[in-house]
């Protein structure tokens, strides 16, 4: 048996890994952390996704220490151009553009391979103490003192906590009878080797009949590979040949390598209820810390571990653990973006997208949503979409 006072977290991605990495950072030796994911087994990951890093959640990588790891491999986006729904020309001047950096010498985002990122977390939780088991949770039993955490290699673990940082579909939250995510995307998305394409420019593309309540996007990433993918709000399902013949005129499908091809679900309908019971937490996209608008998770999972980790690390200095609240956490509500997901649904005519492109509001919209440090639920968010600058 572990000690009494262990915390497992069923989860190693993300989320997982980086609320492992601030507890030992924060509580130090004496609580043992124990992280049960079967995709562990896997040394190096083979994660072959990519992911959009934005600015704030570089940061984030930067205070636990695993940004310079990867750093060398990450490749900036400097541009992103939002492109209105016309097959026939693509690359026709009436576009949403976001050029630049956030401020001097920080671009907006960086493209970084996923398993690259996994395995410096790996590498520093490792370092930090934190201990991996190629497993999963499967039950958990409660007793006066703590729970006792089943994995499913047969072993059992005394706890005095579980975290659920499984993804989407998380398994921690049904089997505990905790809130699970209902609504999702369903993305696809291809890899092609030999696209000439801008390597700091992505390129987005609303269109209501192709990509119903989300978009399409192209980017080339890191190595030389170039992402292309679509998603769609369920049950439509989304056509990554239609958008292969929209892109054309951008690029030459034909004479590219088609070296990979995959596909899931993002959660879009905002935090579950209930995302805590006594001795219990769910974290990341487990907790549907997912934004309802952009679909943006990673930044969100990398605060919520943060977040849980300094509050858990509260309750065991007062031995005193209990459910914890959504305000306590400051997990977000969404709630203009639950709405505007809203009507994105209704499926709006494309000739009404491809007008609003062209208004300098939806401009200073778009950048607050995607970038302002604050957002649409706060005072200081909306000042700057009423002013000329967001």
């Known amino acids: 048996m572990t000690a009494q006072r262990s915390i497992v977290i069923g989860g ?20 043992p952390v124990i992280v049960a994911d079967p995709a562990l087994g896997t040394r190096p990951s083979r994660d072959p996704r990519a992911s959009a890093i934005v600015a704030a959640c570089r940061k984030l990588f930067d205070v636990i220490g695993v940004w310079s790891d990867v750093a060398g491999n990450a490749q900036p986006i400097l541009d992103m151009v939002v492109t209105d729904s016309k097959l026939e020309d693509a690359t026709r001047p009436a576009f949403l553009t976001f050029t630049g950096q956030v401020e001097p010498g920080e671009p907006f985002a960086h493209m970084v391979e996923n398993r690259l990122l996994i395995d410096a977390l790996v590498k520093h939780a490792e370092a930090e103490g934190v201990e991996l088991r190629a497993t999963a949770v499967t039950s958990y039993d409660a007793n006066a003192d703590g729970i006792e955490v089943a994995l499913a290699d047969g072993s059992r673990v005394d706890a005095s906590l579980l975290v659920g940082a499984d993804g989407a579909r998380s398994r921690v939250a049904a089997s505990l009878g905790l809130g699970r995510n209902r609504a999702f995307l369903l993305g696809v998305e291809a890899e092609f080797r030999g696209l000439p394409l801008a390597e700091d420019r992505l390129h987005c593309f609303l ?17 030389g590979i170039t992402q292309v993918g679509l998603a769609c709000r369920r049950p439509h399902k989304p056509d990554l040949a239609a958008l292969l013949r929209k892109l054309s005129p951008l690029a030459d499908f034909g004479a590219a390598e088609l070296v990979g091809k995959r596909g899931g679900l993002i959660p879009v309908g905002g935090c579950v209820q209930p995302f805590a019971a006594e001795r219990v937490l769910l974290v990341g996209d487990a907790a549907g810390l997912v934004s309802p608008l952009t679909a943006g998770g990673i930044h969100l999972a990398f605060e919520s571990g943060a977040r849980g980790a300094e509050r858990i690390a509260e309750q065991l200095a007062l031995e ?32 009404w997208l491809d007008r609003l492109l062209s208004h300098p509001l939806l401009l200073r919209l778009a950048r607050l949503i995607y970038f302002h440090r604050h957002g649409l639920g706060s005072r200081a968010g909306w000042g700057a979409l009423l002013r000329r600058e967001a």
């Not at 993300?14 to 990495?21: I, R």
Request: hydrophobic letters at 45%.
């Open 12 to 31: 190693g991605a993300f989320a997982g890994l980086a609320l492992a990495l601030a507890l030992k950072q924060g509580l130090g030796a004496d609580v």
């Open 207 to 223: 269109d209501s009949e192709l990509a119903p309540g989300y978009l399409g996007w192209m980017f080339q990433g890191c190595n």
């Open 320 to 351: 005193r653990v209990r459910p914890l609240r959504r305000a306590e956490l400051d997990y977000p509500r969404f709630v203009w973006k639950r709405r505007l997901r809203r009507l994105l649904e209704l499926r709006p005519p494309n000739a």
